[in-house]
């Protein structure tokens, strides 16, 4: 297993051929979300582009040692190491603590992660759970003078002090120095010199704080992911993801304190995923979407309008990953009929039985791998499927085995049987529990009605709520 598949790498600005560092094992790390609020569908974007860079990998054969992070302490409202956790400050939008906030939200996002049927990662991790890891990586650092303290604020990563810091993204520092420094932390060596741990405020007692070498306070984000890489992974990782906005510091300053911790190439390939906008309408603002903005789009808003969560993930499938997708809902409905019309060739395979023998069957495979394999080119793959099931040539049980296998990467459940979405009566359990939803809706009990939505949505029905009380359809997804 050695396919000629070529990745574009950041770190090289070109498609480079993809081989792991061990034969058979990919080692990958994806930034994971924040949760300090939902995740919106620009994020979720960003996680169905890893999901589909893994499922191609697997195909190709390689076994995939995916991890993702959960950053629920450290990441400031500014990438400038001013400004809030934005945990605390999700926190006292909602008056809760920030404990409460991180698990509420971490649920809600791997709720959304099931939903758009991304493969479990072989690893889940927290930030909070690896403050050690995080000293110990930050000791190091200062053990080989990378690190300096600035007194009252943290410890800080002297840039100047790793050749080729800010290569990876095109830094232009000389600029950047000469800049304006409105905003920036007093005592930096370097405008670009970045917080490894944060001092907790001398008056004010944070809800997340930890003893340190240097003083109680807390990790600043970018060490937090080094450390869980560098823990699950080893020292130098086949792949590390995230969305495009992560290369500028995210990405950078990981690169300069990991590599300067342990002497070796942090990541041999870098992959980012591009924006999702919000089209410039009335109803949204318009530019990338953004948490912060707090007017955002989530996967549940797209369910409520009657949409089911592999509409979404076929949306994403139309754009390549590194190009902007304008997110609009008139194409997440032409992503909704397309699906659907693909279902209805497909799901009459269902059933049958077949391996792709054929040298037809074999060409379609090699047609389809092109696509894939070509830095993940999803929509001529999902171009391919289509041609390949008109193909009058191909009998019907090689065409079922060639979905099955096409459908592993493309992740949309293209064999699931049929489900017309007619208006046909809801059989009476089920129509009960729609009626006690609208009671419920009406007595404001937002948990039953949740609760309820959930339940019918198991059964393939998607509920559209509407002032007036709502209607239903049959789901595709
Ligand atoms: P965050 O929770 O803000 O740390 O972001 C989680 C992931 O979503 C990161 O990989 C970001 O780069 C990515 N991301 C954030 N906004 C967008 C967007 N509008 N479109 C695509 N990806 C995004
Ligand atoms: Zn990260």
Redesign the pocket.
């Not at 994806?30 to 949760?35: A, E, I």
């Not at 995740?39 to 996680?47: D, E, F, K, P, S």
């Not at 980012?272 to 906008?277: D, E, N, P």
């Not at 990338?288 to 948490?291: A, E, F, G, P």
């Given at each position: 297993m050695n396919p000629d598949m070529q990745l574009y790498n950041t770190a090289s600005r070109r498609k480079d051929k993809f081989t792991p560092l061990t034969p058979g094992i990919v080692r990958m790390y994806?930034?994971?979300?924040?949760?300090y609020h939902f995740?919106?569908?620009?994020?979720?974007?960003?996680?169905v582009f890893e999901d589909m860079l893994r499922r191609v990998l697997e195909y190709a054969g390689y076994t995939v040692q995916h991890v993702v992070n959960i950053?629920d302490v450290g990441?400031l409202t500014s990438d400038a190491d001013t400004g809030e956790d934005?945990m605390e400050k999700g926190a006292r939008r909602e008056g809760k603590s920030v404990w409460d906030i991180a698990d509420f939200y971490t649920r809600a996002f791997q709720k959304d992660w099931d939903r758009l049927g991304l493969l479990q990662p072989s690893q889940w991790t927290k930030a909070t759970d690896n403050i050690a890891e995080q000293i110990d990586l930050i000791r190091a650092l200062e053990d080989k003078g990378f690190a300096y303290v600035i007194a009252g604020d943290g410890v800080y990563f002297d840039t100047a002090r790793f050749p080729g810091y800010g290569e990876f993204a095109g830094l232009d520092i000389e600029g950047m120095q000469a800049g304006a420094r409105i905003g920036v932390v007093a005592g930096k060596r370097n405008i670009t010199d970045f917080a490894l741990w944060k001092f907790s405020p001398g008056d004010v007692q944070r809800a997340m704080e930890w003893e340190s070498p240097w003083g109680k306070g807390f990790p600043g984000w970018h060490v937090e992911c080094s450390a869980m890489a560098l823990k699950y992974l080893g020292e130098t990782l086949d792949i590390h993801?995230?969305?495009?906005?992560?290369i500028r510091v995210?990405h950078t300053n990981e690169i300069a304190q990991s590599q300067c911790a342990t002497g070796k190439i942090f990541s041999r390939f870098w992959l980012?995923?591009?924006?999702?906008?919000q089209k410039s309408d009335e109803e949204n603002g318009g530019g990338?979407?953004?948490?912060s903005s707090g007017e955002f789009i989530t996967l549940e808003s797209t369910l409520d309008r009657g949409f089911s969560p592999l509409d979404f993930r076929y949306l994403c499938l139309t754009a390549h990953y590194r190009n902007y997708?304008n997110f609009s809902w008139e194409g997440l409905t032409t992503a909704r009929d397309s699906l659907r019309n693909l279902r209805k060739k497909t799901a009459p395979l269902s059933g049958l039985a077949g391996t792709p023998a054929s040298e037809t069957a074999h060409a379609w495979e090699e047609r389809f791998q092109e696509a894939v394999y070509d830095d993940l080119n999803l929509s001529q793959a999902l171009a391919v499927v289509n041609l390949m099931l008109k193909d009058a040539d191909l009998p019907e049980s090689e065409k079922a085995a060639l979905t099955s296998r096409f459908d592993k990467v493309l992740g949309l459940d293209l064999l699931a049987p049929s489900q017309a979405s007619d208006g046909a009566a809801l059989p009476a359990d089920l129509q009960s529990l729609f009626d006690e939803r609208l009671q419920a809706r009406r007595d404001k009990n937002y948990k039953r009605s949740d609760e309820i939505r959930d339940l019918l949505r198991a059964h393939g029905i998607i509920l559209k709520d509407s002032p007036e009380g709502g209607t239903w359809e049959k789901a595709t997804g």
């Open positions: 994806c930034c994971g979300p924040t949760v995740a919106h569908i620009g994020n979720l974007r960003t996680y950053t990441h934005k993801c995230g969305g495009v906005d992560h995210h980012h995923g591009g924006w999702l906008l990338k979407m953004s948490k997708l």
